[in-house]
């Protein structure tokens, strides 16, 4: 059975647990929890298994270690039956790997620096180094990253074109994330609210948290 370290509730190991649940494989992993509000994922057994010090990571059977949530995602996709979340023409798949890494570069990655430099964060023990200017210069890249898929969304049904796929995912996560840090979705921006109440009703997503 392959295991998924992680830390259920936080974004990108909720980028798993959907991924899982769109290929109705949730059932099929085991999760095991890294206590990551208290440091185990800092501690040598952790970075022996991901040196980046982040969940998730998967384990398969025979020990192989995968980390980073788009190769995680990926070999879920490849795995389980079930329709592609990855994309199955060549335009398909460079169109989804191209909005998965926008999703991180232009959410995730900033929602994750404002959080982790210009506020608590994970708390004093573990943000050893905090750059309050530079964590709120990330949360105003997080806003035109919202603008920026709002756009996208006012184009299209999804995050590519018109088919659900692994970038929808990312981009959920990005939202995830932005609600825990208090970060609202700017007022102007109507096609993002009204795709994520569309997403909030997958199966998948409601019972990832
Ligand atoms: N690029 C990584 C990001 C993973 C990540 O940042 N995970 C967070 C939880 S949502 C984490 O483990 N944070 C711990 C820390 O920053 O110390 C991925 O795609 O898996």
């Not at 035109?144 to 970038?167: K, P």
């Not at 795709?195 to 997958?202: A, D, F, I, L, N």
Request: glycine share 8%; hydrophobic share 35%.
């Amino acid at each position: 059975m392959m295991k998924i370290y992680e830390y259920k509730g936080f974004p990108n190991p909720a980028r798993v647990r959907i991924a899982l649940g769109e290929k109705n494989a949730t059932d099929t992993v085991q999760f095991v929890s890294v206590d990551v509000p208290n440091g185990e994922h800092r501690t040598p057994e952790f970075l022996a298994k991901n040196p980046s010090g982040v969940v998730p990571v998967l384990e398969l059977a025979d020990g192989t270690l995968i980390a980073e949530c788009t190769a995680i995602t990926e070999y879920i996709d490849q795995v389980f039956a079930g329709p592609s979340l990855c994309g199955t023409t060549p335009v398909q798949r460079a169109k989804t790997h191209m909005m998965q890494r926008r999703g991180e570069a232009y959410l995730l990655e900033p929602v994750s620096a404002y959080f982790h430099h210009a506020t608590p964060g994970l708390g004093p023990k573990l943000e050893t180094y905090q750059n309050r200017e530079w964590g709120e210069k990330q949360r105003g890249r997080a806003v035109d990253g919202m603008r920026y898929f709002d756009q996208v969304l006012s184009e299209h049904a999804y995050v590519v074109g018109d088919e659900f796929s692994m970038a929808d995912i990312t981009v959920f996560a990005g939202l995830l994330f932005s609600d825990f840090v208090n970060l609202e979705v700017p007022r102007e921006c109507r096609a993002l609210p009204a795709w994520r109440r569309k997403m909030e009703q997958r199966p998948s997503v409601a019972g990832c948290g």
